[in-house]
C-alpha cells in the first residue's frame, strides 16, 4: 500500500529527477502488524538480547581460562 501510494503522489518526469512533497509524504500509509504480534517481536527481541548477554558471559570466562592457560604453560616451559 505504501509503494503504490508514494508511485500515485511522485512528480517530475525522469527517474532520477522525481519528487515528493512533505504534504504528501506525511500522508502516506505505514502499516503496522496488530499488537499480540508486535508483543511477540518484543518478547523475542529480548530472548535474543538474554542469549547476547550469556553469550558475552561465556566468551569472557572463555578469554580469562585462554590466558590462566598461556600463563601456566609459559610458567611451565620457562620455569
Known sequence: ???EY????KSG???SQVN??????????IPICPRPEQFRIINK???LFALCD???EKIAVA???Q???AGALADNVLG
Open 20 to 29: 515528493i512533497s512533505q504534504d504528501k509524504l506525511k500522508m502516506a500509509p
Open 45 to 47: 527481541i529480548n530472548e
Open 1 to 3: 500500500a505504501t509503494a
Open 6 to 9: 508514494l508511485e500515485s503522489v
Open 63 to 65: 578469554q580469562n581460562l
Open 13 to 15: 518526469m525522469a527517474e
Open 54 to 56: 550469556q553469550l558475552k
Open 67 to 69: 590466558k590462566d592457560l
